[in-house]
């Protein structure tokens, strides 16, 4: 496992448990010895992870052993048909998307993607989505919206791919396209922020009825690397600037902004992969039975994003 800054303390009691374990003598002085260890381990996780500062959830956040949103498909969802291309230019992998059906309710899923392994990231994009990602997303909305099938979408990306090619290829008009597509769905949308929820490049897939964050995900408008850049022309400064910009899911359900926070297994999502999906999977269900019975589901999610920032 990838172990983050703040766990060094973690670390040397994990290794430190490993190498009485790899002992293995069936000494009952070890065996205790174990026991009292891992008890401290446990105490202090969940001490260190009930008190992360913004800075450090941002590291939890990006962790490389969170699931994606091809874990959530495989684990939540029956009969996943994937759908390719924006029927313009090209697919984009950096964003997953296809129908299925959700405890048994066909569903349209669409969600960044990341990839495990820098293979795979490479392959991905590390998550951040061309122009013809997003126009692939309006394709499948289109779709759902004939077949009158509700969207789940999972958010996990640092932002929209800041190249050349993608600013040629008219990056921002396909994130505004997607915003309004999502606005214009008559179906009900949940959005689930799995990991990191950077920028306009997030905000496209989650413009929804309902905004889910797991408990240690992030959701700004920039990076706190951005932000530092710009205002203190230092990226250094970022732990200040993550603390400015209010991006923990516990921040944001204080100003209203997301309708819900997934708790996460104690230690983050990358200690229990398969608890998380479990989770989710649960508040999931739950959600989508009352979003479903939503008289007008388009016309809910235009006043909820227009009352943002009402006084």
């Not at 996460?264 to 019975?293: Q, S």
């Amino acid at each position: 496992m990838i172990i983050l800054d703040f766990e060094k303390s973690i670390f040397d009691l994990e290794s430190k448990i490993k190498e009485l374990k790899d002992l293995n003598t069936g000494d009952l002085g070890i065996i205790e010895e174990v026991k009292r260890l891992e008890y401290k381990r446990k105490k202090l996780l969940k001490r260190m992870y009930s008190e992360l500062t913004p800075n450090q959830k941002v590291q939890v956040a990006r962790h490389q052993e969170r699931p994606h949103t091809k874990d959530y498909v495989n684990a939540l969802v029956d009969d996943f048909i994937p759908l390719a291309g924006d029927r313009l230019f090209a697919n984009d992998l950096a964003i997953t998307a296809g129908i299925g059906k959700f405890r048994g309710i066909s569903v349209a899923i669409i969600g960044h993607e990341k990839g495990s392994d820098t293979e795979d990231r490479l392959k991905h994009n590390f998550g951040m989505p061309h122009p013809e990602g997003y126009r692939k997303a309006c394709r499948v909305m289109d779709l759902a919206d004939k077949f009158r099938l509700p969207l789940l979408t999972f958010v996990d990306t640092a932002g929209a791919y800041p190249g050349v090619g993608a600013e040629e290829r008219g990056q921002s008009e396909a994130i505004a396209r997607c915003i309004e597509r999502s606005l214009q769905f008559k179906n009900p949308i949940i959005a689930t922020i799995i990991g990191e929820g950077g920028s306009g490049g997030a905000v496209a897939l989650a413009v929804a009825n309902t905004i889910l964050m797991l408990e240690h995900s992030i959701y700004s408008v920039i990076s706190p690397e951005g932000c530092a850049s710009i205002l203190y022309r230092n990226s250094e400064n970022a732990s200040e600037a993550a603390e400015a910009l209010k991006l923990t899911a516990q921040d944001l359900i204080k100003f209203k902004m997301i309708d819900g926070i997934i708790e996460e297994p104690m230690g983050g999502a990358h200690r229990d992969p398969v608890a998380t999906l479990k989770f989710v999977g649960e508040r999931l269900k739950v959600v989508l039975l009352d979003t479903v019975n939503i008289t007008d589901p388009q016309s809910h999610r235009t006043n909820k994003f227009l009352n943002f920032g009402k006084i």
